[in-house]
């Protein structure tokens, strides 16, 4: 699979910098959903980790607290590019002492313990909250310039780490498609979600590329701002166009998969257009369709909440909030050309 060369909505940057030159560059607060009940059998871990994976601090936990590693759950993954302040889960009779202090190890601390009445799930966030600073930037005028622009949107583009190192996550997904199995389960996964990523990603770039990024399509499927909720436009209407507009509603792309009712299908020339740029990629689109994947819908707008850019002697502070499952690297490549320097001898994750 050839490398992708996505657009971009505002046009290249010309503002470069440095991004993650040391691990607290690049710093990630999860914000849960739901709010801890204080009671139960089961314990939820806020846990500040530096220079490690999610999967690693799962495991450590596992084996401090005796438990088996399917019994440790969490909220989402985070890079280990990065500080990450995150949510672990693991059951723990209540009448039981917490000795949480002995479950400590290199690479991370407990920031707090607290009880809760039910296993903690997978995408159980509300937000990431995010602090990035960038460093020996050129043209922090044109950055700063640009942060008013990308307060409106940026593209929902899925970031490179999705793909793996040099995009190995996309190739294990060629070669599962091609028959060759991956026994690892986890593995698997990366390599399903690279692929339907990648699609996305085709779609949304080409919207962009010929000019629909803000613009309605008749047949679109459209998502509703803060929800999971989605409609389908039957008529183009200035009420939807104003509603467009506001970033109250956000045109949508396709999650490729085994589409599970007419609902969530575009039609008309939304239908006609993605149809046309998926077509060079009918092998991923099968192989999507033969592991059950179920089709979904994703925006392709992504809005930055809370945006705050300072500058201070060549380095520039941004901070800001991303609903969960979406890339502050998407932010950041409408606003800079940066250098990922964390990401030099990175892993996959």
């Known amino acids: ?166 995009g190995g996550n996309l190739k294990l997904a060629e070669s599962l498609f091609a028959g060759q199995g991956i026994a690892d389960r986890q593995l698997r996964g990366l390599a399903l979600s690279a692929a339907r990523s990648f699609l996305f990603n085709t779609q949304l770039s080409k919207r962009i590329e010929q000019g629909y990024f803000q613009q309605l399509l008749l047949g679109d499927v459209v998502q509703l701002d803060g929800s999971g909720s989605i409609f389908r436009v039957e008529e183009l209407t200035d009420e939807l166009h104003e509603r467009l507009q506001q970033g109250d509603i956000h045109p949508t792309a396709a999650l490729c998969g085994l589409p599970s009712s007419d609902k969530g299908q575009p039609s008309e020339q939304a239908a006609a257009l993605e149809q046309q740029w998926l077509a060079d990629y009918a092998a991923l689109q099968q192989g999507l369709q033969e592991f059950r994947l179920k089709a979904e819908r994703r925006s392709i707008r992504l809005q930055p909440q809370q945006l705050e850019i300072t500058q201070d002697a060549g380095t520039i502070q941004l901070r800001f909030a991303l609903p969960t499952g979406c890339f502050a690297t998407s932010v950041l490549r409408e606003l800079v050309q940066y250098q990922d320097c964390g990401r030099n001898h990175g892993a996959r994750e």
């Open 1 to 166: 699979m050839k490398h992708q060369a996505l657009q971009w909505l505002y046009g290249e940057p010309i503002a470069t910098a440095k991004l993650r030159v040391q691990p607290d560059d690049f710093i990630v607060d999860e914000e849960l959903n739901f709010s801890p009940s204080g009671a139960g059998e089961h314990l939820l871990l806020q846990i500040e980790k530096i220079g490690q994976n999610t999967q690693y601090v799962a495991k450590k936990l596992a084996e401090l607290s005796g438990l088996k590693a399917r019994d440790i759950s969490f909220a989402g993954r985070k890079d280990r590019h990065a500080v990450t302040r995150q949510w672990f889960c693991l059951p723990w009779p209540i009448k039981q002492e917490v000795p949480w202090q002995d479950w400590q190890a290199e690479g991370y601390r407990i920031v707090q313990v607290q009880r809760h009445f039910r296993k903690l799930r997978l995408g159980a966030l509300k937000r990431n909250h995010f602090q990035i600073r960038l460093r020996d930037v050129t043209a922090p005028e044109q950055l700063i310039q640009r942060a008013q622009q990308v307060r409106a949107g940026v593209p929902n583009y899925y970031g490179e780490q999705r793909f793996g190192i040099e």
